[in-house]
């Protein structure tokens, strides 16, 4: 949401939305908070780079005699293993062989907002940042931790897990990363904790070098790729906690992740009172079991 106006404080800002919405009407203000959300979700859902999001339209999808929900069927490679990930977590059978996957589409909602305007402007926070910490972060979320899900009955299946006894070192990461260039595949990313990064901090020279402990001493670990690869970083380790990390290909060897109708608001107005939630419509598959691995240790 892109505002033209100055505030103070929450109450201010709450006051000038409410004003907005009186001389613009619910359409165009959903249509704001809408732009706003879909700019929080890009930069916050770790699937998505990982996966590669992209967007699909309704021409492109397929049409299946096992369930009325869209689908699209992706080519993998012959000798490969995929996993659909499910939106009900039970049902349909999850495992491709064959020449094609199948990726399964879901509607994600958050939960429902309710508050009349005069509670609106009494509120402590800004309706924009109640609608991201509470109602985006539930799509968010549920988006994440499908594919987390998904990752880690991958990772059971194939046995592409490393234990640490040494806890986050880089001569482990190797010793797990090693479980996909096993298969002839190119570990490129690594998905870790805030908590996990932390430990960067603590790699001493005969892991680095001199001149990069140092650099971690004074400033942190400044760098934009771990042990070679690329890493993506998340706050939520309630999803992905300390003491494991997961390693994969691109995305073009790993999945697919699409978004048939990206992240929308959905807002109301019916005499004082306002209504909004959050939901999208998406689809996620791991085309290629042998393209994740996983390392555990003991934080």
Not at 222 to 237: A, L, S
Request: glycine share 6%; proline share 4%; hydrophobic share 35%.
């Amino acid at each position: 949401m892109h505002d033209n106006f100055v505030v103070e404080d929450a109450r201010a800002y709450n006051q000038a939305f409410i004003e907005r919405l009186k001389q613009e009407g619910t359409e165009k203000v959903a249509a704001q908070l809408t732009d706003y959300t879909r700019q929080k979700i890009r930069e916050e859902a770790f699937c998505r780079p990982i996966l590669g999001s992209q967007p699909i339209s309704p021409l492109e999808l397929d049409v299946s005699e096992k369930t009325r929900t869209p689908v699209k069927f992706v080519d993998k490679e012959p000798d490969s293993k995929a996993y659909a990930v499910t939106f009900r977590g039970k049902g349909d059978t999850r495992w491709f062989e064959g020449e094609r996957y199948r990726v399964d589409f879901a509607s994600l909602k958050s939960e429902v907002f309710k508050c009349t305007l005069a509670e609106l402007a009494t509120y402590r926070s800004p309706i924009r940042q109640i609608l991201h910490d509470n109602y985006l972060l539930d799509v968010r979320e549920q988006e994440d931790k499908l594919f987390y899900d998904a990752t880690n009955v991958v990772v059971a299946a194939t046995g592409n897990t490393h234990a640490s006894t040494n806890g986050f070192v880089i001569g482990d990461l190797v010793k797990a990363a090693k479980k996909i260039t096993n298969n002839r595949l190119v570990p490129l990313t690594i998905l870790l904790s805030s908590s996990a990064f932390e430990t960067l901090k603590t790699w001493p020279a005969t892991q680095i070098g001199d001149q990069a402990a140092s650099e971690v001493i004074v400033n942190g670990w400044k760098y934009d790729k771990i042990g070679g690869y690329n890493y993506v970083r998340t706050v939520k380790t309630d999803i992905v906690p300390d003491g494991e990390l997961y390693i994969f290909t691109s995305p073009e060897f790993l999945g697919r992740h699409y978004v048939l109708n990206d992240v929308q608001v959905f807002f109301k107005q019916e005499g004082d009172e306002i209504t909004f939630w959050c939901w999208e419509d998406i689809g996620m598959g791991i085309g290629n079991a042998n393209a994740v691995a996983k390392m555990t240790w003991t934080p």
